[in-house]
T-cell receptor, first 116, second 117 residues
Framework: AQKVTQAQTEISVVEKEDVTLDCVYETRDTTYYLFWYKQPPSGELVFLIRRNSFDEQNEISGRYSWNFQKSTSSFNFTITASQVVDSAVYFCALSEAGTSGSRLTFGEGTQLTVNP | DAGVIQSPRHEVTEMGQEVTLRCKPISGHDYLFWYRQTMMRGLELLIYFNNNVPIDDSGMPEDRFSAKMPNASFSTLKIQPSEPRDSAVYFC???????????????FGDGTRLSIL
């Protein structure tokens, strides 16, 4: 069975600080996908990134970066120079390939508050 | 392109009433998913469809819940009779598949906030 753990329930930082959100996953499949979604206070779920299990190259998109390490089953998300607009709940999710691959398993989410 | 469209955005009704939630997926997406979000259980998959056919409904909590997808551009999630514990945010998501599985990320609608009194 697949499982995603986001150990940090809440994080509070001051604007311009860097912050890393942790995500650890469990799966028995060798082919899988990892995702990050953002849920701002307005409630919608916004897709941020998808990585497949064969691509461990880290990715950077503006102030966002992701560190995927299969050796530790982690897919961490870093926001550089955080801004108040980054305040949201962030979800890490896992999808296994194959016929069951449609099932997204979400972590519990990390509530990030960026204070001015 | 329009995103996933859900209606209504908010629904407040009394226990025992029938509730119908609606979803229009992104055009061209052949997978449609219904999720429920609660404080206690987080985000959980209820059911998903591929090419309008239900594939996995193991997440549907009980027989009071039913979902249909009569065509590629419309799906409903129905609760009858509704109970206070069904209060939650219900999300619909869609994605494009390839080779028998979704190959693209799931894109979510804005959700329906359901309150059962």
């Amino acid at each position: 069975a697949q499982k995603v753990t986001q150990a940090q329930t809440e994080i509070s930082v001051v604007e311009k600080e860097d912050v890393t959100l942790d995500c650890v996953y469990e799966t028995r499949d060798t082919t899988y996908y990892l995702f990050w979604y953002k849920q701002p206070p307005s409630g919608e779920l916004v897709f941020l990134i998808r990585r497949n299990s064969f691509d461990e190259q880290n990715e950077i998109s503006g102030r966002y970066s992701w560190n995927f390490q299969k050796s530790t089953s982690s897919f961490n998300f870093t926001i550089t120079a955080s801004q108040v607009v980054d305040s949201a709940v962030y979800f890490c999710a896992l999808s296994e390939a194959g016929t069951s691959g449609s099932r997204l398993t979400f972590g519990e989410g990390t509530q990030l508050t960026v204070n001015p | 392109d329009a995103g996933v469209i859900q209606s209504p955005r908010h629904e407040v009704t009394e226990m025992g009433q029938e509730v119908t939630l609606r979803c229009k997926p992104i055009s061209g997406h052949d997978y449609l998913f219904w999720y429920r979000q609660t404080m206690m259980r987080g985000l959980e998959l209820l059911i998903y469809f591929n090419n309008n056919v239900p594939i996995d409904d193991s997440g549907m909590p009980e027989d009071r819940f039913s979902a249909k997808m009569p065509n590629a551009s419309f799906s409903t999630l129905k609760i009858q009779p509704s109970e206070p514990r069904d209060s939650a945010v219900y999300f619909c998501a869609s994605s494009r598949g390839f080779g028998g599985a979704p190959s693209q990320p799931q894109h979510f609608g804005d959700g329906t906030r359901l309150s059962i009194l």
